[in-house]
């Protein structure tokens, strides 16, 4: 069965360091996301991607955010000055068409320290 | 924007029992809910789905009501099993263009006793 995958599962980093947390969606999908979940808390949204640039960001997805897909299958999320409160997991998902459903990788656990 | 309230934060029911987690949206153009649960350190797994069209939906021993009219949705898990003990997030998706983002709720930990 296919699936969303995300590399590295864990990333640690200093405050202040530039990370880019890497997605492999499903091949045949359109729509990409990116969610973070603070340990213990919802899912929230970050940014929709679809046709080559980004459809939505929430609040969240400020200035120091941003997306990128690179060549036909990688699907990347870049922090450029990471603070600690961007401690969190972040799942990318992907969705073949509106309103169905959406896969979520693994999650990649990003730690700032 | 589209606001999911989730109900209640935790719920614990005997092996064999029902269980209930009910959502409420705030944005009446959205048209499509999904149930996902959630495993300690695991990704969400969508378990269950339904758009605005349609006002039950049953798979097994899950079934999803949803009520536009008073926007609010509700997951149905009948004879519960300790392996259905996880974190059961709702979502809404309001359409925005191109974007067909989930808002999610704030989640129901079950927790199913043998």
């Known amino acids: 069965e296919p699936e969303v995958t995300q590399t590295p599962s864990h990333q640690v980093t200093q405050m202040g360091q530039e990370v880019i947390l890497r997605c492999v969606p499903i091949?045949?999908?359109?729509?990409f996301y990116w969610y973070r979940q603070i340990l213990g808390q919802k899912v929230e949204f970050l940014v929709s991607f679809y046709n080559n640039e980004i459809s939505e960001k929430s609040e969240i997805f400020d200035d120091q955010f941003s997306v990128e897909r690179p060549d036909g299958s990688n699907f990347t999320l870049k922090i450029r000055s990471t603070k600690l409160e961007d401690s969190a997991m972040y799942f990318c998902a992907s969705s073949a068409r509106q309103n169905t459903e959406a896969f979520f990788g693994q999650g990649t656990r990003l730690t700032v320290v | 924007g589209e606001n999911v309230e989730q109900h209640p934060s935790t719920l614990s029911v005997q092996e064999g029992d029902s269980a209930v987690i009910k959502c409420t949206y705030s944005?009446?153009?959205?048209?499509?809910f999904p149930w996902y649960k959630q495993e300690l350190g695991k990704r969400p797994q969508l378990i269950i789905d339904?758009?605005?069209?349609?006002g039950e939906k049953k798979d097994q021993r899950i079934a999803v009501t949803l009520n536009k009219t008073a926007k609010h949705f509700s997951l149905h898990i009948t004879e519960t099993q300790p392996e259905d003990s996880a974190v059961y997030f709702c979502a809404a998706s309001p359409r925005v263009d191109s974007s067909y983002k989930l808002i999610f709720g704030s989640g129901t930990r079950l927790l199913v006793r043998p």
């Open positions: 944005d009446s153009a959205s048209n499509y």
């Open positions: 339904i758009r605005s069209n349609v």
């Open positions: 091949s045949n999908h359109l729509y």
